[in-house]
């Protein structure tokens, strides 16, 4: 079995959110399962030189994009087993930052384009090329516009990844001739017509030959009009043409027994975890308490994580509770306001760094005695499966993939790795924070929690097996 992976971010060369984390990982596991698994990815600017100066050029070739021809170099490395191409095109990628230009448009037509056109360039002729998310939506229907009709491609079949459905790449009409070289054919309502305008990551719903989402759960939430941002109609159509496969994490490089930033390495030993939390709070100028309970929040500053929730009521617990908060991340200039402003009124509960830190969020993890995502929607989540593979219990909010990894602890018979609750609301989540507190300080239905949530397999093993299983049924329509 060939696969190809098509993204436009991958651990460790690059890296925006969650999307990353399952290009750096997923290949190892379809590797370790037999899978001969390349990935191509655009080469920006932003790439560590220490992985620049292991690239060779593998080709250049011209890329049509529209009317026009563009340079396209090809650069390839070997990482820990995985063949990586990288495009070169200095013009659309040698920027800083990966997303957010007036063009991307074009650009992310031109990498659509190069990722059919550098097959025979680099000799691989794949069973399937998976895409991830909009950047690559448009692979499956050029695949059948442009390329077809050549032998070469001819039993290529195509599998397409919905990370995130709010963003979905909508451009205006004009691209899809003058940069996709498409007609009017595929302009309908059962095309990559949206209210007037092109919309990728329709196109990768409507070519692919599978679908799916990065949890069971939203798998069925994003068929619904609440989360389906328009496309639900169309998504409750797919059927069994879609699926959710559950992500995982890397428990290679997530692993508190080697993890090379924890102050004290451990597997299960709350004593031990308890001297990460102490080093933490005596980093973060925090009263250094080990009996009281500290709860971590690593997230991105924006209003889908839950933080509405978490500003309406933290001011309550944190005078009213014996408790202290964390909390790492970038955002909405509000809420970095927000917190900074919480941190002034609390400096012996909060700490707020308003920064990304890879070395203090894996602390946090490791320091933290609760993780706190109460998310407004979350597809999968990665943030929760660190917390519970560091054994700091998740408090979660049940949607998407959090509902798929995170059970309710149940204190008769003793099973579940976390505290959740249903309602999008602040005094659900207050509710919840509190009765995760109150078996805090039991410590036999504490070391229980624990111990579940760190015995998980969290690896992407499961979930490899699941998508090789697509992978072998669409090769066997061929």
């Known amino acids: 079995m060939k696969v190809l992976f098509a993204a436009t971010e991958g651990n460790p060369f690059i890296k925006t959110g969650g999307l990353a984390d399952v290009i750096g990982a997923l290949p190892k596991a379809l590797k370790r399962a037999g899978v001969d698994v390349r990935v191509v990815l655009p080469k920006y600017r932003g790439i560590p030189e220490k992985y620049k ?33 990288f495009i070169d095109n200095e013009y659309y990628f040698g920027r800083d930052g990966i997303y957010g230009y007036m063009d991307d448009g074009e650009r992310f037509a031109f990498l659509n384009r190069a990722v059919l056109e550098i097959l025979p360039a680099i000799d691989f002729q794949p069973d399937i090329i998976h895409c991830h998310d909009w950047h690559t939506a448009m ?12 032998p070469f491609y001819q039993n290529i079949k195509t599998v397409f990844t919905i990370h995130n459905l709010l963003y979905q790449g909508i451009f205006p009409y004009e691209v899809l001739g003058d940069l996709l070289e498409l007609d009017n054919r595929y302009f309908t309502s059962e095309g990559v017509e949206y209210h007037g305008n092109i919309n990728f990551m329709k196109g ?15 798998s069925h939430e994003i068929r619904t009009p609440f989360f389906g941002y328009g496309l639900d109609g169309l998504l409750r159509s797919l059927g069994h ?34 001297a990460n939390k102490m080093e933490l709070q005596k980093r973060l100028n925090l009263p250094i308490k080990s009996e009281t309970p500290l709860i971590g929040l690593v997230t991105r500053l924006v209003e889908p994580k839950g933080l509405d929730l978490v500003t309406c009521v933290l001011d309550e617990i944190l005078y009213d509770d014996d408790v202290q908060f964390v909390l790492l991340g970038t955002g909405e200039p509000k809420y970095e306001h927000w917190f900074r402003e919480a941190a002034h009124r609390h400096p012996k509960k909060l700490a707020v760094q308003i920064t ?14 609760m993780f706190l ?27 998407g993939g959090l ?10 018979t003793g099973a579940g790795n976390g505290f959740t609750f249903s309602h999008y609301n602040a005094h659900d989540m207050m509710y919840t924070i509190r009765r995760a507190l109150s078996f805090y ?23 490899a097996k699941q998508y090789c299983d697509i992978y072998n049924q669409l090769s066997a329509t061929k």
């Open 53 to 85: 100066d292991r690239l060779n050029t593998k080709a250049v070739i011209q890329v049509p994009v529209g009317w026009r021809n563009q340079y396209c170099g090809v650069m390839e490395m070997d990482y820990e087993g995985i063949p990586v191409y």
């Open 139 to 150: 692979v499956p229907l050029m695949l059948q516009a442009h390329y077809r009709h050549r």
């Open 204 to 218: 990768g719903i409507v070519y692919s030959d599978y679908i799916t989402t990065v949890s069971p759960t939203y």
């Open 241 to 274: 043409r879609m699926g959710g496969i559950v992500n995982g994490i890397d428990t290679e490089m997530y692993n508190p027994s080697t993890d090379p930033y924890l102050y004290t390495r451990y597997r299960s030993s709350l004593h031990k975890k308890r």
């Open 356 to 369: 990304f830190d890879e070395g203090l969020s894996r602390n946090i993890y490791a320091g933290s005695d």
């Open 373 to 399: 995502m109460p998310s407004k929607f979350e597809p999968c989540g990665i943030s929760q499966l660190l917390a519970l593979r560091y054994g700091s219990v998740p408090i979660v909010r049940e949607t």
């Open 403 to 412: 509902n798929d990894t995170v059970h309710a602890y149940h204190e008769t």
């Open 441 to 463: 300080h039991r410590p036999d239905h504490w070391k229980q929690v624990v111990k579940n949530a760190m015995s998980g397999d969290y690896s992407w093993e499961a979930s």
